[in-house]
């Protein structure tokens, strides 16, 4: 089992930036694939970032948000710059077994609860 806690969302003007924070524990984290996710009202949830023995990234946040982790802390960032108000949504941390370059959610066994992620106009 992987523990996930989110936080760092909030309200930010359209152009500023914010840092997601996800904090991880019950599992050696190194050994499980990380990444974010993202959902709109009324959207299905999407792939936004993660890590295999690289990084990769959504069409729509490459050039924007960077995804990073710090090992020692166990805990996985998601930076992000340039924010546009499309990008408003719940913002979740994910875990899995494995590693491949997959951005389908059904692919990630344990989830975060979280963090509102609001950029206004």
């Known amino acids: 089992q992987v523990q996930l806690v989110e936080s760092g969302g909030g309200l930010v003007q359209a152009g500023g930036s914010l840092r997601l924070s996800c904090a991880a524990s019950?599992?050696?984290?190194?050994?499980?694939?990380m990444g974010w996710f993202r959902q709109a009202p009324g959207k299905e949830r999407e792939f936004v970032a993660a890590?295999?023995?690289?990084?990769y990234y959504a069409d729509s946040v490459k050039g924007r948000f960077t995804i990073s982790r710090d090992n020692a802390k166990n805990t996985v960032y998601l930076q992000m710059n340039s924010v546009k108000p499309e990008d408003t949504a719940v913002y979740y941390c994910?875990?899995?077994?494995?590693?491949?370059?997959?951005?389908?959610?059904?692919?990630?066994?344990?989830w975060g609860q979280g963090t509102q992620v609001t950029v206004s106009s």
């Open positions: 994910a875990a899995r077994d494995g590693w491949s370059r997959t951005a389908s959610p059904d692919d990630y066994a344990y």
């Open positions: 890590f295999t023995w690289t990084t």
């Open positions: 019950g599992r050696t984290f190194s050994s499980v694939q």
